[in-house]
């Protein structure tokens, strides 16, 4: 981004007129969803036998959603106990984008919901996040993995852990109990191993907000924590408001991780930041560019009784679309152009037209000074 931007007094220009508007780079869009799975590893399990739960292709493709106060249980994967995991793939690279809102660069949907409406109670198995730049431009995720450490994971050197399971269920010295919960394909003895989330949080069937703070959230950073609204509920009351928006619109929009409830116009999920990745040996950050594979795994080392393991389910995972406002070419910066763009419209006759309603970010139907201090934020590239 230019930031000598900043210096130029912006005067409205005849000849620049709202023809600028109709400039684009004709870039072709590339499906905003994961599209391949690398690797599929579930730890052993009540659902990983079950031909409605252990497809991992169920983590392409759009989410379909249950709602907040019920799970999709239709088109999701499950990765059984502690350790179980999936890999995806992405058909292009994942940027880290301070335009996209909240500046979260992609977003994972699984089957949470909310207890009984309440924001801070929820039926949460959650899966840690890592990702990986394809580096070599092999296609294959045999690049560094990085960690998206989130709210709960201070030492990943401390929290690392490893479980030992067997397939001779009739003695108790490694799980798991039933031959039923064993995965296709595995035999013998073999390991797993996760960042281990505390189960003095995270170990219970229902997941309570940590944080004290009036609409804080004190979670953040993990799968299957917040619920995937249905499609087109734009203000998250479990109601439909746009019947006719596509999943490639609603569910590329990431939802604040870090205010409780659903925001508006977000199709929900688990928002994390590429910025928030860390190397797990150092603890540094490592401000990564972008990410081409994404590793789910089950970070929980706790079974329930009657309920049983907890197990993550995924549905899908989505690169977030950059916020359109002050973007007027569309080419995926805020720059001189832009900023011109605005003072046409600002000073137009009609600055509520289709050509102008970028401009208008409350909106209410006029862009008046409150429109331009949102578009200096976007000039400068902070937020």
């Known amino acids: 981004m230019n930031h000598s931007m900043l210096n130029v007094r912006f005067v409205p220009v005849a ?14 869009a590339e499906t905003p969803f994961a599209t391949d799975v690398l690797d599929f590893s579930p730890a052993p399990g009540q659902w990983v036998n079950d031909d409605f739960f252990n497809d991992p292709t169920a983590a392409l493709g759009a989410p379909f959603p249950g709602g907040l106060p019920e799970p999709n249980e239709l088109t999701v994967v499950s990765l059984g106990g502690f350790g179980g995991s999936i890999t995806l793939a992405f058909d292009h690279t994942v940027l880290d984008d301070l335009l996209n809102p909240f500046g979260m660069d992609a977003i994972v949907f699984g089957n949470a919901f909310l207890l009984d409406g309440d924001p801070d109670a929820h039926w949460a198995e959650c899966a840690t996040i890592e990702i990986a730049l394809d580096v070599n431009g092999n296609g294959l995720a045999d690049d560094r993995w990085y960690l998206i450490p989130g709210s709960h ?26 031959a039923s919960w064993i995965p296709p394909g595995f035999s013998g003895q073999w390991t797993t191993s996760a960042f281990e989330l505390p189960a003095e949080l995270f170990g219970f069937a229902v997941v309570r907000n940590p944080s004290t703070l009036a609409d804080v959230e ?16 734009l203000d998250a009351d479990n109601s439909v408001d746009d019947p006719t928006i596509l999943p490639e619109a609603f569910y590329t929009v990431p939802d604040d991780p870090r205010t409780t409830g659903v925001s508006p116009n977000s199709g929900g999920g688990d928002a994390f930041d590429i910025a928030w990745a860390i190397d797990p040996d150092t603890l540094l950050p490592v401000a990564l560019a ?23 389910e995924i549905d899908a995972v989505a690169d977030a679309a950059p916020d359109p406002f002050g973007d007027f070419d569309d080419d995926g910066d805020i720059d001189l152009f832009d900023a011109a763009v605005f003072q046409v419209c600002r000073g137009a006759l009609d600055p509520t037209s289709s050509e102008c309603a970028r401009a208008d970010r409350e909106p209410n139907d006029s862009i008046t000074s409150t429109d331009w201090a949102a578009m200096s934020v976007r000039l400068t590239g902070v937020r």
């Open 218 to 233: 004190g979670i953040f950073g993990y799968a299957e924590y917040s619920p995937t609204v249905r499609l087109g509920d």
């Open 290 to 312: 972008g990410f081409d594979f994404i590793r789910l795994t089950a970070a929980v080392d706790s079974v329930l009784g009657g309920i049983g393991e907890k197990s993550p």
């Open 15 to 28: 000849a620049l007129g709202l023809a600028l508007l109709a400039m684009s780079n004709g870039a072709t």
């Open 153 to 178: 994971i201070p030492d990943p050197s401390v929290q690392l852990l490893t479980v030992v399971w067997d397939d001779h269920v009739v003695d108790d010295m490694y799980p798991p109990e039933l």
